[in-house]
């Protein structure tokens, strides 16, 4: 009998350190897991907090396009037709569409008409946008040409010309802008900003039928790039940081 009692006092001993030792990794899970619960609120909260972040930005930056957009419509929306000129509500791109006014065929020179619409055209431009200046990353003045090439030579060969040609089309215009006497108020806003873009021809325009239109191809645009996407950029390198 003492021996069975022996044998089921162990047992019974036995079984209370097994209990004990469930209970103790029990606990160390249940502690895991709500340390787990812990991180994982936070980092969802980190979440909520950048993406709340993020959004501000992005309905700033819509408010500000729309807001630039006005202004530039309000100023210019007399002179558009005369001009022969439209303002893009997406891009913000104020486009000069007349080739016949603008330059020469394969010249980079101002021809007088434009320059008479440039000298109109920047000083007013620049005053427009000076309340948004701590919006506004940079200024692109940027050219287009057709696809073609006054002689005949390779697609590839077209395509370099006309980036020349593009490229020394806005250094042109942005040289008479940048000595115009209304402009030197602004000059250092202007260089920290302005840019002279030759896209050659990376940015056809097509009629309906897809095809390339080879006179409205040919413009040169003004266009405005917030500095939202800076911002956003900035919040998210915080984020990996």
């Known amino acids: 009998m003492s021996r069975m009692q022996a044998l089921f006092g162990r047992g019974s001993a036995s079984g209370s350190e097994d209990e004990h030792h469930w209970l103790s990794v ?48 309000d100023e210019f929306a007399d002179d558009l037709d005369t001009w022969q000129a439209e303002i893009d509500a997406d891009t913000l791109a104020l486009t000069f569409k007349s080739p016949e006014v603008l330059f020469a065929t394969g010249s980079a020179q101002l021809r007088p008409r434009f320059k008479s619409i440039l000298k109109d055209f920047y000083p007013r431009y ?14 692109r003045i940027e050219g287009h040409t057709s696809s073609r090439w006054n002689s005949r030579v390779s697609e590839d060969t077209a395509y370099f010309r006309n980036m020349q040609l593009s490229q020394d089309r806005t250094r042109s215009v942005l040289s008479y802008l940048y000595d115009l006497p209304e402009t030197q108020q602004q000059k ?34 003004f266009r405005i790039l917030t500095n939202a996407e800076a911002q956003i950029r900035e919040i998210l390198t915080e984020v990996d940081s």
């Not at 909520?48 to 957009?69: H, K, P, S």
């Not at 620049?126 to 200024?139: A, G, Q, R």
């Open 188 to 221: 250092s806003w202007v260089q920290q900003t302005t840019a002279a873009v030759g896209l050659s021809s990376s940015h056809l325009i097509k009629n309906a039928a897809g095809e390339e239109d080879a006179e409205s191809s040919r413009r040169v645009s």
């Open 126 to 139: 620049l005053n427009v946008l000076t309340p948004f200046h701590d919006s506004i990353d940079e200024i």
């Open 26 to 73: 029990s606990d160390l899970m249940a502690g895991l897991m709500m340390v787990f619960l812990l991180i994982s609120i936070a980092l969802m909260r980190h979440a909520l907090e950048v993406r709340e972040n993020v959004t501000q930005v992005a309905e700033t930056y819509q408010e500000t396009q729309v807001a630039i957009y006005q202004a530039l419509l």
